[in-house]
């Protein structure tokens, strides 16, 4: 059994800054790229960021600069610092993990729960 769970969502001023946490827990063998989606009511989740397990990062145009997202091997755990938060920002944060839970599995993506973050004044 594979969780993970997400931490640091919330509701921030136009401006400020957030940063999400996404620990992987259970049985895992090996965690490959990590990332994180979002999703606002009635729309599609879409991708925000990326990360490999070696550390190169993707952004989407709209959050590149503002967002950075980093990882921690050791505690198969995955964060996106979001600085200069905009309304258009709000929606759910999701991530992701491609992982093997053991050595003659596949990969096979595992999702969060999803944390709010809410951009207003």
């Known amino acids: 059994q594979v969780q993970l769970v997400e931490s640091g969502g919330g509701l921030v001023q136009p401006g400020g800054s957030l940063r999400l946490s996404c620990a992987a827990s259970g049985s895992i063998f090996s965690i490959y790229g990590m990332g994180w989606y979002r999703q606002t009511p009635g729309m599609q989740r879409e991708l925000v960021a990326t990360i490999t397990s070696g550390g190169s990062g993707y952004y989407v145009q709209s959050v590149r600069g503002r967002f950075t997202i980093s990882r921690d091997n050791a505690k198969n755990t995955v964060y996106l610092q979001m600085n200069g938060l905009k309304p258009e920002d709000t929606a759910v944060y999701y991530c992701?993990?491609?992982?093997?839970?053991?050595?003659?599995?596949?990969?096979?993506?595992?999702w969060g729960q999803g944390t709010q973050v809410t951009v207003s004044s």
């Open positions: 992701k993990a491609e992982l093997r839970t053991a050595v003659w599995d596949s990969m096979h993506d595992y």
